[in-house]
């Protein structure tokens, strides 16, 4: 039977080309419009090339941030991934504790953002936050609004608390997979506590922990309202990380051609992370099963 | 290597059984002889693999005692039991290579580095994986994957029982077989007391030399393959064993005779008086279709399974499954079943009673 060609369906992708053109593609342009070009208002617009993008990647501001940015990110991933894999593996396995946990710990995922700032942002006050002040009463010299270490602290501390659940439950999940005759057969090879978790825990909590890695990197480096709520990006510029430096630059100062230029590199940063790790991943996928 | 002793043994899962059935194993006295090789056999659910697991170490007995040799090791945990167990899906170890995994008891035990090597060799050689050795386990198909299993279950030479879980499952048809013989062949060479639970007869009847039947958690027969075919301990066994399984028939028993539906059919022995259910057990085997001797019978069809026919019949309105060897002729006249007597097995209340001389 000939087969009947029609391509009029393809005019039912249309609403939804209309509205991604509408909500993303055209935004996006914009903000691509105001990289390649110099205003000063009117709406008049000239061409500047690269000049923007040349200017930024010359930055001192923009490198500062950078650095600021990855050392955050790789702290709270060096903190959060261990940490998230140790509370899988002591998790209760079966039963009314196991469920408490499991609610426990999905309470601060639930959280919205600025709320959980504020509450740190309160939290952590010398003068009326329950921790500010208790560390006060034991002597400790902590002040986040005016010590950069303090406020460093504080920023990761209060990430870890907030994000470590999203990694202990993606662990968590992973382990139960795994079938009970693993741990039996390696009772019967007499397999040492650290042996079962490299060779069994850890292989197959490759898959999930590979995923939670990839969530938490691609959340933390865009980490905007918590530390903003919190320390404001202060003292001075030591927790401004790339999107507070980003937000302060486009609507403080209403720099939108360097703003322009610098979002749309750190979309490409993001952008090529994440294919580097969806190559990995799928990549160990296709090693299961070949 | 030494006997393996199960003394009042019994578990149940739940923290305060006292009625039977919350017993996933009834007590049970049973001595598995060094070197033997055993079947475990038993429909699915009958406790098979909870007893293997307590032989192992891997559960611990609510009730009895587990020795090895003279020793008790009741309160031993599996590590400390030098046992192996092969499960019944493929454990491998995923980022090893093949030769690390077959390895990798012998090394948690500290054995020299030499030793590891001829043992992997031998072992390697045996489920064909020479070539294969330096692969990492991950990519590996499963039944391949289940040879490392097997392997890394025979691998130590000084181990007390080598226990199996029906562990050709995920195998392919020819090459169950073929493990089946190396296994086999294994036991010869070694003489390891070797525990292989299945609920496939064909598996059990040619591995084993004894063969241990469980139903609904309870021992009902052990004994030899033989033994099991011709005179089941209890009905599940006859019904389990052989396909088609025993045929069942409700029955009076008098003295040497057993009355189905007002016909006579004679037995071998002489039994008095029996209580409660009295069946008599005929297999397919020994059953013959005749013309006018015997007890009537109505064919409801015949299913041809090549070597030999299955007829499927019925006498007063029970179920009857004959089987007709190659050649044999099967034609209208045929209206009438015989059943020879020395094969007759009487049952009351699923028990298998032995008949005194006539």
């Known amino acids: 039977m000939e087969k009947v060609q029609n391509n009029k369906a393809w005019f039912l992708v249309l609403p939804v080309l209309i509205l991604v053109a509408f909500s993303a593609v055209i935004p996006l342009m914009t903000v691509v419009n105001y990289a390649f070009n110099d205003t000063f208002g009117n709406n008049q617009f000239f061409w500047n090339g690269l000049g923007w993008f040349e200017e930024m990647v010359q930055s001192s501001r923009l490198h500062a941030a950078l650095g600021r940015q990855v050392m955050f990110t790789g702290i709270i991933l060096a903190i959060e991934v261990p940490l998230g894999i140790f509370v899988a593996l002591n998790m209760p396995k079966k039963g009314f504790w196991a469920s408490l946990c499991l609610v426990l710990m999905a309470l601060p995922l639930l959280i919205p953002f600025n709320v959980v700032g504020t509450i740190w942002q309160i939290f952590c006050r010398v003068d009326i936050g329950l921790l500010g002040r208790s560390l006060a009463a034991l002597g400790v010299d902590y002040n986040y609004t005016n010590d950069p270490f303090d406020a460093w602290v504080t920023v990761i501390v209060m990430d870890v608390w907030h994000w470590t659940s999203l990694v202990a439950l993606l662990c968590y999940a992973g382990l139960r997979s795994i079938p009970e005759p693993y741990y039996q057969a390696a009772r019967i090879d007499q397999a040492s506590r650290w042996s079962i978790f490299r060779y069994i825990e850890l292989p197959k909590m490759s898959g999930v922990l590979l995923i939670a890695v990839l969530l938490r990197f691609m959340d933390s480096f865009m980490i905007y309202t918590e530390p903003f709520v919190v320390t404001g990006g202060g003292p001075g510029n030591s927790t401004t990380f790339l999107s507070i430096d980003l937000v302060k630059m486009a609507i403080g100062q209403f720099d939108l051609g360097p703003a322009a230029a610098f979002s749309l590199m750190y979309f490409l940063v993001i952008l090529l992370v994440s294919w580097v790790f969806y190559t990995v991943m799928t990549h160990i996928d296709t090693q299961e099963y070949r | ?358």
């Not at chain 2, 005179?231 to 028939?249: E, K, R």
């Not at chain 2, 009537?296 to 006498?315: M, Q, S």
């Open chain 2, 1 to 358: 290597m030494a006997k393996i002793t199960l003394s009042s043994l019994a578990h149940s899962y739940m923290p305060n059984a006292s009625h039977a059935s919350d017993f996933a194993l009834k007590e049970m006295d049973h001595v598995w002889q060094d070197g033997g090789a055993y079947a475990l056999l038993g429909a699915s659910g009958c406790g098979k693999t909870t007893l293997l697991n307590i032989i192992s170490g891997l559960l611990k007995p609510s009730h009895g005692r587990v020795l090895f040799g003279d020793t008790d090791v009741t309160d031993r945990p599996a590590d400390k039991r030098n046992i192996a167990q092969v499960f019944q899906f493929p454990v491998v170890y995923d980022t090893m290579t093949v030769r690390e995994n077959l390895a990798f008891p012998l090394k948690n035990r500290g054995v020299a580095a030499a030793e590891i090597q001829s043992r992997v060799g031998l072992i390697a050689q045996m489920i064909g994986l020479e070539t294969a050795l330096d692969r990492k386990a991950r990519g590996l198909s499963a039944d391949i994957k289940q040879k490392i299993s097997l392997g890394r279950g025979m691998v130590r030479e000084d181990v007390n029982a080598i226990l199996f879980d029906e562990p050709l499952t995920v195998i392919d048809p020819h090459m169950k077989w073929e493990l089946r013989t190396q296994l086999k062949a294994l036991h010869r060479e070694f003489g390891h007391t070797m525990i292989y639970v299945t609920h496939d007869q064909t598996e059990a009847l040619t591995f084993a030399d004894t063969v241990v039947m469980l139903h609904e958690g309870r021992v009902v027969q052990v004994g030899t393959p033989e033994q099991l075919f011709e005179t089941p301990a209890h009905t599940h066994v006859g019904y389990f064993i052989g396909s088609p399984g025993m045929n069942l028939i409700d029955a009076k028993i008098a003295g040497n005779q057993a009355i189905v539906g007002g016909h006579v059919i004679p037995l071998a022995g002489h039994y008095g008086e029996l209580s409660g259910r009295t069946q008599i057990g005929i297999r397919p085997e020994y059953t013959q279709l005749t013309s006018g001797h015997g007890v009537p019978v109505r064919i409801r069809r015949v299913e041809d399974v090549g070597r030999r026919r299955i007829v499927r019949a019925e006498i007063t309105n029970v179920a009857l499954n004959v089987i007709l060897p190659e050649g044999c002729p099967l034609d209208s006249t045929m209206t009438h079943v015989h059943f020879a007597p020395e094969k007759i097995n009487v049952y009351a209340d699923d028990w298998r009673v032995q008949g005194g001389a006539v």
